[in-house]
C-alpha cells in the first residue's frame, strides 16, 4: 500500500494515522469507529485542494444568498 506523502499541513501523528489505515485490510476498516472516521475526513480535508474551492464557493454563495434576502 502507499504511505501517505510528507504533507506539509500534517502534524507526524496525521501522517501515522493515514499511513495505518493504509494498511488495514477490509475486516479492519469495517472496524473502524466513527470518530476513527471523522478523524479521517479530517485529515483529508485539510489536505485536498479541492477542499478550499468548496470554502470559497461556500462562502461566496452565502453572501450572495445574504445580500438577496430582503
Known amino acids: 500500500m ?3 506523502k ?6 507526524e501523528d496525521e501522517r501515522a494515522f493515514l499511513n495505518r ?6 475486516e479492519e476498516i469495517k472496524q473502524l469507529t466513527t470518530r476513527e472516521i471523522f478523524a479521517y475526513f479530517k ?3 485539510k489536505v485536498d ?8 464557493w461556500n462562502a461566496r454563495s452565502e453572501s450572495t444568498s445574504r445580500a438577496a434576502a430582503p
Open 43 to 45: 485529515i483529508i480535508d
Open 2 to 4: 502507499p504511505r501517505a
Open 21 to 26: 489505515l493504509d494498511c488495514l485490510n477490509e
Open 49 to 56: 485542494s479541492r477542499a478550499d474551492v468548496r470554502r470559497r
Open 6 to 11: 510528507k504533507h506539509p499541513k500534517l502534524s
